[in-house]
């Protein structure tokens, strides 16, 4: 359905819009059940980004890696000193206006946080950065296996939630950006396209995925580490930590947390990050309109397209907003 525009309703100087693209959210109900009922049934909550517009055409990912080693991301493998300036797995263009760009995310809570905590923070980690749409199909595909302690087990797909716009923006707090007194955070906003806002939307609710909402992002350091405080995350184990380029780490200094700019940081599998609840009305907080296509013709969801419905399970979720 595509990446949609945005309109400005009030004085646009104090947003910049980073990068514009698509976002899709999927769930995986747990080992062993065919179908969730609730959200205690929900193993993991996944979120695609899919880029396709921003401040600069071209963005740099980490170098291609081989996906298909279905062990990869379970291995503690210390990512190579010698990566220098281009971070732990080396440095690729992606032009993504013309190219395909899919960040798969994975929420540590198996939900958005909740709109009316606005002070709670949910931590979420890039599992995987690819150009191969397979290797997003392969993320999101069921699983067959054996164990020793409980013999076989199955995993089910995941299940295709919700589809829509999404934006990743600066927000100069207060004033314009050119004042040096003023304050800057990044967002991830988006608005739903499917399902259609006719249906129930059970399990978009019992995961707090709105019709839109606005998060501030902010981008952990993974080399800082210290005593865990009581809103502290344990986060990923050292060896999965992203290694970013030292262009980009250098911007921590000594900061625990960086906004997301630029996006760039989302580009590097192992980001761990941060989502805050800001608000379920974008416009009246940031003075900003997303404007889809207004369609909820199947047919035309971009993640029935590029995803199929057998890698995703039901499409029941996402079309008709009940739990499969």
């Given at each position: ?42 193993q ?29 991301n ?14 732990g797995?080396g ?20 939900s ?16 995987l950065?690819t ?50 007194k ?6 991830l ?44 995350f ?18 921590f ?11 760039d ?18 416009e ?41």
């Open positions: 359905m595509g990446q949609g525009e945005e309109v400005n309703t009030r004085n646009p100087s104090d947003v910049e819009i980073q990068e514009r693209g698509e976002i899709y959210f999927f769930y995986r109900p747990k080992v062993g059940k065919e179908e969730a009922h609730s959200s205690d049934d929900v993991k909550m996944y979120i695609v980004l899919r880029p396709e517009s921003g401040e600069t055409s071209t963005e740099v990912k980490q170098a291609e890696d081989d996906h298909d080693d279905e062990e990869k379970k291995e503690d493998v210390q990512p190579s000193s010698s990566a220098g300036t281009q971070g797995h440095a690729q263009e992606v032009n993504i206006e013309k190219e395909t760009l899919l960040r798969f995310i994975v929420m540590g809570k198996k958005l946080p909740d709109p009316t905590k606005k002070s709670m923070p949910f931590w979420g980690f890039v599992e950065v150009t191969k749409i397979q290797d997003v199909k392969d993320a999101l595909k069921g699983e067959e296996y054996d164990t020793k302690t409980r013999g076989h087990r199955h995993k089910p797909p995941a299940r295709a939630l919700g589809e829509g716009m999404y934006r990743i923006l600066r927000h100069h707090v207060g004033g314009v950006k050119d004042d040096k003023k304050k800057m955070h990044t967002h906003i988006y608005k739903l396209e499917l399902p259609s806002e006719d249906v129930n939307e059970q399990p978009q609710e019992a995961l707090n995925v709105e019709r839109e909402a606005s998060f501030l992002i902010q981008i952990k350091n993974p080399e800082q580490t210290g005593k865990q405080g009581r809103t502290e344990r986060g990923l184990q050292r060896k999965r930590r992203a290694v970013f380029p030292a262009h980009l780490q250098g911007q200094g000594k900061l625990r947390y960086h906004a997301a700019d630029p996006p940081f989302l580009n590097y599998e192992g980001c761990e990050f941060l989502l805050i609840s800001a608000s379920d009305d974008i009246e907080e940031l003075g900003l309109d997303l404007e889809t296509e207004q369609t909820h013709d199947a047919s035309c969801s971009d993640l029935v397209n590029t995803f199929g419905v057998g890698e995703t399970g039901s499409a029941d979720a996402l079309l008709r907003g009940i739990w499969v």
